[in-house]
């Protein structure tokens, strides 16, 4: 079994690695293709993956290219999990919208919307290549904004599942705080990536007892303080938002914090320095603990769980994912890219049926699912006027006057991206 992994020299690619030499009877890779166009950031990765593999006796081989077509040449899977402009982009992205009194956020607003106009047209690009090399491959998207990229990739017609370490995440923390082992939790995960919420989580499977109520009534303090939203919001709707639900609830207070302190980028950035260093150490063979820090929890884990189950092996039968919508919220088309439970196998991805959706969220989710719809027109035609009225649409943006200033800030910002401009 191949899998590729672009934009293998991240950072975030030994806790990739970890996973599937501690996961290989899930994932019984025999070759792993990292490929990046930074070669000395690719060669201090791959080392260190080659240590690892061999610390933890994985007999796969691992070998590091910056040919993208020789690296997918007979892929079973590839991976995506690739930063157009590095983090200097990103750091534009959390300052610039600042200005206009929005908030700065690399995947969401105006900041999410330059992402996604640099990075649709770079990642349809490599799923042609893909599909070139082997029609049959499967496109597992970790790239942001990963509900655009993801709708992007299945409009044009390619093998794509769309995955986010979110929903994993709260698995982890809820099995932690029951007492349970996490494949004994299952979440009732609703809405699009980045705007989600969990209205239940069940003991044991989709049918399950909900233990939500429970959860939050003895640990909502603790949830609360990782989500960085008051309590309040929980008990009062009876629902776990996620962390990105703050953007929307907490908008100004956020927008002046960020005013206050370095961007993330800039936290990233020096951390991804250090990291770097530590790559190179010969001696080293094992993850470090500072890669926590750097975010992607659990991202090993659920990139092995669903290539395991979507080229046929032991995954788990349900699994959070992003995929066309297909009736499962009626609200919305069939071809917008939700992120929900779904049945996942060699077929793809087929979302579980939910429980109808309360006003409160169904008018948010909806609302951004437009957005989404003219985010994405711009990021395939381009134009400054398609670039306004994605700003305009978008709930943390929506007014005339913050749009029209966003609109040149993104252009201005990121012309060498964008072949329109």
């Not at 609703?190 to 069940?202: A, M």
């Not at 100004?252 to 936290?267: C, Q, Y």
Request: glycine share 10%.
């Amino acid at each position: 079994m191949k899998l590729a992994v672009v934009g293998g020299g991240s950072t975030y690619t030994p806790e990739l690695i970890d996973g599937f030499a501690r996961l290989r009877d899930t994932l019984p890779l025999t070759e792993l293709v990292l490929v990046d166009p930074a070669a000395d950031r690719l060669e201090l990765v791959g080392g260190l993956a080659r240590r690892i593999f061999a610390r933890q006796g994985h007999e796969g081989t691992i070998t590091t290219t910056t040919d993208l077509d020789a690296a997918v040449e007979g892929a079973d899977a590839v991976l995506l999990q690739l930063r157009v402009g590095g983090q200097a982009a990103r750091n534009q992205d959390e300052t610039w919208p600042l200005e206009c009194g929005c908030v700065g956020q690399e995947t969401t607003g105006a900041g999410g919307l330059a992402k996604a106009l640099r990075t649709v047209p770079v990642v349809l690009d490599i799923a042609e290549r893909v599909r070139r090399a082997n029609p049959d491959a499967w496109i597992i998207d970790f790239t942001n904004p990963v509900g655009i990229v993801t709708r992007a990739l299945l409009k044009a017609g390619h093998k794509a599942v769309g995955l986010c370490n979110v929903a994993i995440g709260f698995q982890r923390k809820f099995a932690g705080l029951l007492g349970v082992a996490p494949a004994d939790v299952h979440l009732d995960h609703l809405g699009l990536n980045h705007l989600t919420w969990e209205t239940g989580v069940r003991i044991g499977g989709p049918d399950g007892e909900d233990v939500l109520p429970r959860l939050l009534a003895e640990h909502g303090d603790t949830i609360a303080a990782d989500l960085r939203l008051p309590r309040l919001v929980m008990d009062r709707f009876g629902v776990v938002p996620s962390y990105y639900l703050r953007y929307y609830y907490a908008h100004d207070e956020v927008v002046e914090e960020l005013r206050t302190k370095p961007s993330r980028a800039a936290e990233v950035a020096a951390m991804e320095k250090e990291l770097l260093e530590m790559y190179g150490d010969p001696a080293l063979d094992e993850k470090p603990a500072l890669l926590g820090r750097r975010g992607g929890a659990f991202y090993s884990e659920a990139a092995v769980d669903l290539a395991a189950s979507l080229l046929g092996g032991a995954g788990s039968p349900y699994q959070v994912v992003n995929t066309y919508n297909q009736g499962t919220l009626p609200f919305l088309p069939d071809d917008a890219v939700i992120e929900a439970q779904a049945a996942v196998g060699p077929g793809g991805a087929v979302p579980l049926p939910v429980a109808p959706v309360d006003p409160l969220y169904a008018g948010l989710i909806a609302n951004v699912t437009a957005y989404e719809d003219l985010a994405l027109d711009a990021a395939l035609r381009g134009g400054r006027e398609r670039v306004f009225k994605a700003l305009l649409a978008h709930p943390l943006v929506g007014q005339y006057a913050y749009a029209e200033g966003l609109a040149d800030r993104l252009i201005a910002h990121n012309r060498e991206h964008l072949a329109w401009a």
